[in-house]
């Protein structure tokens, strides 16, 4: 992989010609009627020579070298660190000792991996996810259950949750998800590419550092809710705006959960007595009323000094509405679930573990990081797809850095990712853009709760995403039979396609058309690859992605100075986020095309 910049046009040298392309997608219901759908404009550089070095790139710099290259994009983890997953059928033993008085669980792995552990000197080992439940037979008698077990269980315990599950999805056992921890000053890059190459790792990454997805609070006093009135709201909430029986997770800093316009909305869990010093549901946590703090691992989720942005996001999702009393959520009524966390992998999977086994419904997740092909996240991915196959819908934001490079978590799959637009209903400046963006929200200048009884005006894709959370509890509680797929094609299938001057997904959501939906559309159509002012090789097809829905779908091209349109291609099938064709920039002449 190269480390260059790819925002930086010096690298395009000489280029040889410009496209300016158009797409034009026909649709068709039976019986057979060709509908235009939407016509969109590109432009396109195409060069004609790579740099040598990008074939020369070595995986083993790959790390260092992008932090280096791009110290504003740069990506931190944790020193000594390793999230590995082991496959499913290697041999691991865990024992269980008692050293010094403490509890320890001890793990033996293939004899491969074993030699990798003392090679390195590994400090220690810890499963992230735990594999070994108890609970009560019918008789009340302890049982022991394994992971998949214990998803059947909460599938069981949470059945409105279980019927948006979509179909065929299964459940991985994710219990093979472990941490390990080395002297802080052992090369990361050595770390991985030597546990890269057992066949019994399936992957491996740094335990990465996330950060939130903020810019610096404006003046409290200034602005109103717009974000409201963009999305056509007040229309949505004459449809619904009670969505109390759905549990929002919100991951980050911890929220202040007495704050008055948020107490009434804030999640309790009704499974634990409160204060008797019990674990009375057996979920691993004692007393966890309101949540839990897994950095400081005890019961309370309320921020720290300093910690604001947890309870800005949750204003966003749930400030009580029509109370009479500061702002209103886009949703009116919800059950909002606290979860604070130290922003690495491993306390995001832990905390995604908990919003999963204690019945969250939508999980919000406004913090990312940017990832380099093979060290993405693929373990939060894991427990991502594990949400999803349980019927939960994610949520996460694209960025604030104005560029399409991947961040993650919001260029996962199986989630929502999203952009900002602000109040005259644009991109916003700071907000990321790319064909991984799913879908944009009203992000700039959103007037919210703020720690103290107080409020703020706030900018970034952190008070995006939450806005469609938000709606995503609502077009749950509206509509209990759709899956957790069918939520995210309705968010994301009935946003308003607004001028824009870089692709942010489908468009700015539409509450008032989500409620409205009765599932996903029959006809649909949008391009999310190639994107405006992109550069684009001439010596590779140009793949051109996006959705189609509909029994029937064209893509035809032309040079703008003919009338004939060209065949491309044709199918009788529905692509959602795939191929929709490809063209062969070969076999074209300088000019200005439309497709």
Same mark, same amino acid.
């Given at each position: 992989?190269?480390?260059?910049?790819?925002?930086?046009?010096?690298?395009?040298?000489?280029?040889?010609?410009?496209?300016?392309?158009?797409?034009?997608?026909?649709?068709?219901?039976?019986?057979?009627?060709?509908?235009?759908?939407?016509?969109?404009?590109?432009?396109?550089?195409?060069?004609?020579?790579?740099?040598?070095?990008?074939?020369?790139?070595?995986?083993?710099?790959?790390?260092?070298?992008?932090?280096?290259?791009?110290?504003?994009?740069?990506?931190?983890?944790?020193?000594?660190?390793?999230?590995?997953?082991?496959?499913?059928?290697?041999?691991?033993?865990?024992?269980?000792?008692?050293?010094?008085?403490?509890?320890?669980?001890?793990?033996?792995?293939?004899?491969?991996?074993e030699k990798l552990h003392k090679k390195y000197s590994l400090k220690k080992?810890?499963?992230?996810?735990?594999?070994?439940?108890?609970?009560?037979?019918?008789?009340?008698?302890?049982?022991?259950?394994?992971?998949?077990?214990?998803?059947?269980?909460?599938?069981?315990?949470?059945?409105?949750?279980?019927?948006?599950?979509?179909?065929?999805?299964?459940?991985?056992?994710?219990?093979?998800?472990?941490?390990?921890?080395?002297?802080?000053?052992?090369?990361?890059?050595?770390?991985?590419?030597?546990?890269?190459?057992?066949?019994?790792?399936?992957?491996?990454?740094?335990?990465?550092?996330?950060?939130?997805?903020?810019?610096?609070?404006?003046?409290?006093? !200034? /602005?109103?809710?717009?974000?409201? $009135?963009?999305?056509? %709201? +007040?229309?949505?909430?004459?449809?619904?705006?009670? =969505? #109390?029986?759905?549990?929002?997770?919100?991951?980050?800093?911890?929220?202040?959960?007495?704050?008055?316009?948020?107490?009434?909305?804030?999640?309790?869990?009704?499974?634990?007595?409160?204060?008797?010093?019990?674990?009375?549901?057996?979920?691993?946590?004692?007393?966890?009323?309101?949540?839990?703090?897994?950095?400081?691992?005890?019961?309370?989720?309320?921020?720290?000094?300093?910690?604001?942005?947890?309870?800005?996001?949750?204003?966003?999702?749930?400030?009580?509405?029509?109370?009479?009393?500061?702002?209103?959520?886009?949703?009116?009524?919800?059950?909002?679930?606290?979860?604070?966390?130290?922003?690495?992998?491993?306390?995001?999977?832990?905390?995604?573990?908990?919003?999963?086994?204690?019945?969250?419904?939508?999980?919000?997740?406004? !913090? /990312?990081?940017?990832?380099?092909? $093979?060290?993405?996240? %693929? +373990?939060?991915?894991?427990?991502?797809?594990?949400? =999803? #196959?349980?019927?939960?819908?994610?949520?996460?934001?694209?960025?604030?850095?104005?560029?399409?490079?991947?961040?993650?978590?919001?260029?996962?799959?199986?989630?929502?990712?999203?952009?900002?637009?602000?109040?005259?209903?644009?991109?916003?400046?700071?907000?990321?853009?790319?064909?991984?963006?799913?879908?944009?929200?009203?992000?700039?200048?959103?007037?919210?709760?703020?720690?103290?009884?107080?409020?703020?005006?706030a900018s970034g894709t952190s008070f995006a995403a939450p806005y469609v959370?938000?709606?995503?509890?609502?077009?749950?509680?509206?509509?209990?039979?759709?899956?957790?797929?069918?939520?995210?094609?309705?968010?994301?299938?009935?946003?308003?396609?607004?001028?824009?001057?870089?692709?942010?997904?489908?468009?700015?959501?539409?509450? !008032?058309?989500?409620?409205?939906?009765?599932?996903?559309?029959?006809?649909?159509?949008?391009?999310?690859?190639?994107?405006?002012? #992109?550069?684009?090789?001439?010596?590779?097809?140009?793949?051109?992605?996006?959705?189609?829905?509909?029994?029937?779908?064209?893509?035809?091209?032309?040079?703008?100075?003919?009338?004939?349109?060209?065949?491309?291609?044709?199918?009788?099938?529905?692509?959602?986020?795939?191929?929709?064709?490809?063209?062969?920039?070969?076999?074209?002449?300088?000019?200005?095309?439309?497709?």
């Open positions: 992989m190269s480390c260059r910049d790819p925002l930086d046009k010096s690298f395009f040298h000489s280029p040889k010609k410009i496209i300016f392309l158009s797409l034009f997608v026909i649709i068709a219901m039976t019986p057979v009627v060709y509908l235009f759908f939407s016509k969109y404009r590109f432009r396109f550089s195409l060069n004609t020579s790579r740099a040598s070095s990008d074939k020369n790139q070595s995986a083993d710099s790959e790390l260092v070298g992008i932090n280096e290259k791009f110290p504003n994009l740069a990506s931190k983890y944790a020193d000594g660190q390793l999230i590995i997953k082991i496959k499913d059928g290697s041999d691991i033993t865990e024992t269980k000792e008692t050293v010094n008085g403490e509890k320890v669980t001890k793990f033996k792995g293939p004899d491969s991996l080992i810890e499963r992230i996810i735990n594999n070994e439940y108890t609970s009560a037979d019918e008789n009340g008698n302890s049982v022991s259950l394994d992971f998949k077990q214990k998803a059947e269980q909460i599938k069981n315990k949470y059945p409105k949750r279980a019927k948006r599950t979509p179909k065929d999805s299964k459940i991985k056992d994710l219990s093979n998800i472990f941490l390990l921890k080395f002297d802080k000053d052992t090369p990361i890059e050595d770390l991985i590419n030597d546990y890269k190459k057992d066949k019994n790792i399936e992957y491996v990454e740094p335990n990465w550092i996330f950060t939130p997805d903020d810019t610096a609070p404006n003046d409290p006093k !200034f /602005g109103n809710q717009y974000s409201h $009135q963009k999305t056509q %709201a +007040a229309k949505a909430w004459d449809i619904r705006h009670d =969505a #109390s029986d759905i549990v929002v997770a919100i991951i980050g800093q911890g929220i202040d959960y007495n704050h008055p316009d948020l107490a009434a909305n804030i999640w309790s869990n009704p499974y634990e007595i409160p204060g008797n010093g019990i674990d009375d549901d057996g979920n691993g946590y004692i007393d966890d009323i309101k949540g839990w703090d897994f950095y400081s691992n005890d019961n309370n989720p309320a921020p720290e000094n300093g910690e604001v942005h947890e309870t800005e996001v949750a204003g966003v999702i749930g400030s009580v509405g029509n109370n009479a009393v500061g702002v209103s959520g886009i949703s009116w009524k919800v059950k909002m679930m606290p979860l604070r966390m130290n922003y690495t992998t491993e306390n995001i999977i832990t905390a995604l573990t908990y919003a999963y086994e204690n019945g969250a419904d939508v999980v919000n997740m406004s !913090f /990312g990081h940017y990832g380099y092909d $093979q060290y993405w996240d %693929a +373990a939060i991915q894991d427990l991502v797809n594990l949400c =999803a #196959s349980g019927g939960m819908v994610v949520v996460a934001t694209a960025g604030n850095d104005s560029t399409d490079n991947k961040r993650y978590p919001g260029a996962l799959e199986n989630l929502i990712g999203v952009a900002s637009t602000d109040s005259s209903d644009v991109r916003s400046v700071f907000s990321n853009w790319g064909s991984w963006v799913d879908v944009a929200a009203p992000g700039s200048s959103i007037l919210t709760t703020s720690p103290g009884s107080s409020y703020t005006t959370a938000g709606l995503a509890a609502l077009v749950m509680a509206q509509n209990p039979d759709f899956d957790s797929t069918t939520i995210r094609n309705v968010i994301e299938y009935t946003a308003d396609k607004i001028q824009t001057d870089l692709p942010i997904g489908s468009g700015r959501i539409n509450a !008032f058309k989500a409620l409205q939906a009765t599932g996903t559309p029959d006809l649909f159509a949008l391009i999310k690859y190639p994107v405006t002012n #992109s550069m684009v090789d001439p010596f590779q097809p140009l793949k051109i992605t996006g959705t189609a829905l509909g029994i029937r779908y064209n893509v035809k091209y032309k040079s703008v100075s003919e009338t004939t349109w060209r065949d491309l291609a044709s199918h009788n099938i529905s692509v959602i986020d795939g191929e929709l064709a490809t063209l062969n920039l070969d076999n074209l002449t300088d000019g200005t095309y439309e497709v």
